[in-house]
């Protein structure tokens, strides 16, 4: 079956890096997506892609079956829910969503 | 640039009513268009998605119904709605295809509250 896994919840504290782990058993998906979703409102892409990349304080690793999400210097601002999907012609396939708990 | 309304933002209706909620992406032609709902404390659940007007795929068995009546509209309807339909509904588009690379874009969501 068509899955994306990733952790229900993952605390940090202020200004340190916070990885939110992915991994999924979608045939033939090659590509991974990461949201970050604050309730009520429109999720918002942050990195994609099938290589490791970078946007801003965003970070992806990448592997084959399984994708890391690192948030740099993480902030009060950043609790939210942050989901992983991958996708399988053209169809995205979410994870349950990461809540991130930020420590003052 | 491309932008994809969602209306209305909030609506609570009796149970047995019907439901007629709307999405619009502007600035792009044949997107692809999909509906979701998260239910409260969950993941988010791809209900309906479409390649084209007319061309309506549905992932779960459910109370709804999606329909595209134009290339750019997206309607997702219930003849009569149960507790269980609360939630909050996303309508999200992407380029046109089965190209895996494509992201996403979702709209602001309509918060739905049966009672």
């Known amino acids: 079956k068509d899955q994306v896994f990733q952790p229900s919840t993952v605390a940090s504290s202020e200004g340190a890096v916070v990885e939110i782990f992915c991994n999924h058993s979608?045939?033939?998906?090659?590509?991974f997506f990461w949201y970050l979703h604050f309730p009520g409102c429109a999720p918002r892409l942050l990195v994609k892609?099938?290589?490791?990349?970078q946007q801003g304080r965003y970070n992806m690793t990448y592997e084959r079956f399984s994708s890391s999400l690192l948030i740099l210097q993480v902030r009060e601002a950043d609790a939210a829910v942050y989901y992983c999907a991958c996708s399988n012609t053209g169809k995205l396939i979410f994870g349950q969503g990461t809540t991130l708990q930020v420590k003052p | 640039s491309q932008t994809i309304h969602q209306w209305p933002a909030t609506l609570v209706q009796p149970v047995g009513s019907p439901l007629s909620l709307e999405c619009t992406v502007e600035g792009t032609s044949n997107p692809n268009l999909y509906w979701y709902r998260q239910a409260a404390g969950r993941g988010l659940q791809l209900l309906f998605y479409s390649v084209g007007i007319g061309q309506i795929s549905s992932e779960v068995p459910q109370n709804l119904s999606a329909s595209r009546p134009q290339d750019r509209q997206f309607i997702l309807s219930s003849k009569k709605l149960l507790l269980s339909d609360s939630g909050f509904y996303l309508c999200?588009?992407?380029?046109?295809?089965?190209?895996?690379?494509?992201?996403?874009?979702f709209g602001d969501g309509t918060r739905l509250s049966i009672l």
């Open positions: 892609g099938s290589k490791p990349s």
């Open positions: 979608v045939s033939n998906a090659y590509n």
């Open positions: 999200a588009w992407s380029v046109a295809g089965t190209n895996s690379n494509q992201p996403q874009h």
